[in-house]
């Protein structure tokens, strides 16, 4: 099990992680953009937001970082940008830890299959803290 920082950016994602490569003399970052998602029509993906950043790894040193640009129309306030993600080749630690922490938490997404997980969920906890749960098939 791991637990990495999630850091969202308002539009400026590739720039930033682009800096944080060049500080930290990372290798080039591979960035996933919203135009490569598949079709979600309550998110539609315009011209204008298509080549934000959905999703890019960082490798500081030993460490993980992933970056994102918000999802269209969502907001973002600077300073409560950053999310922990709880990544996991065992199911139900997945959700022993989210069900645990969804008591006196608010659930953003319940756990669920998506595109690229057998099993996300993301919350805020009690103390106002943003997690997302992610099951590791191992593969990457």
């Known amino acids: 099990m791991t637990v990495s920082a999630y850091i969202n950016f308002n539009g400026?994602?590739?720039e930033?992680?682009?800096?944080?490569a060049e500080v930290f003399s990372a290798e080039k970052p591979q960035?996933?953009?919203f135009a490569e998602m598949p079709p979600d029509p309550e998110f539609p993906i315009t011209d204008?937001?298509?080549?934000l950043i959905k999703h890019v790894n960082l490798k500081i040193k030993n460490s993980q970082v992933m970056f994102s640009d918000v999802a269209p129309g969502m907001p973002l306030t600077?300073?409560?940008n950053i999310s922990l993600i709880v990544e996991s080749t065992d199911i139900n630690e997945i959700k022993t830890f989210f069900?645990?922490?969804?008591?006196?938490?608010i659930v953003q997404m319940d756990l669920q299959e998506t595109f690229w997980s057998k099993c996300y969920g993301s919350l805020i906890d009690k103390f106002g803290i943003t997690w997302q749960f992610n099951l590791d098939s191992g593969e990457s």
């Open 12 to 14: 400026n994602c590739r």
């Open 16 to 20: 930033a992680v682009n800096y944080y």
């Open 31 to 33: 960035f996933m953009i």
């Open 48 to 51: 204008e937001n298509k080549n």
């Open 78 to 80: 600077v300073g409560n």
């Open 99 to 105: 069900n645990k922490m969804k008591t006196d938490g």
